[in-house]
């Protein structure tokens, strides 16, 4: 049987080998949410970078690009971290370059995995549908919020564990916590996280939509998945949700 594990934050990711293994990162609040609403709006690339300076450098050449850091949109770029900016038909069809404070840092610093997908409750459904469909142990890699462990990505690593409970093995203490987690709080997402760090974070920014629009399940069924350095929609998911 293949194994499931969850590493709670990128300041762990030392501890485990990711060679061989999938790795599901998930920032929900909100970097990986706007990639997979990115995706489900029909952006076609979307490029994950860990800097603001290697931002810009796609910027001077004329990419389109999303920059965001501490919660807010970074200065000079086009968009800021919303799923909402990444609904936008002007960007269907187009390559997006993005930085987050965490979730683009989560992304780069899985290299080396044998393969790197975005995960959100938007697309919960369909992540548990393509790991089932494929032949590797899988790691979820929590983003978190600068090296710290955060509620809101370990819930979706919960949701994970419990879609294939019965195809994978998780024996290991992150996975049976984050579980444990999930089955508390899947009733009331929002409630359970309404006093989180990250959610007061971005309410102070006055992001109230935001959070509610992330914390909705099986919105899309996309998997964004990286392939030569491009988070792309995997041929084995379709784009179905367009409208909004
Ligand atoms: O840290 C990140 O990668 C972001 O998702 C944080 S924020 O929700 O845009 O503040």
Redesign the pocket.
Known sequence: MRNIDVCLTPELLHLYDVKGKVVVVV?V??????MVSGIAHGVEKIIPVATLEECLAWKSKNFITAA?R???KAEGFDI???PFSYMDPSLSGKTVVVT???????ITKSAGASEIIAGAFLNKSAVVQYLENQPNDVLVLC?G??GKVNLEDTLFAGAVVEGLQDSFFADNDAAMAALSLYKLAKQNLNGFLANSS?AR??KK?N?KK?IEFCLTEDLYSVVPVMDNGCLVCSPLTEVKETAE
């Open positions: 920032d609040l909100r970097a990986t949410s706007c965001e501490d919660g807010k800021g971290n919303s987050t404070t965490n979730g683009t840092l989560a983003a919020w600068k990250h974070r971005l920014l992001i935001d």
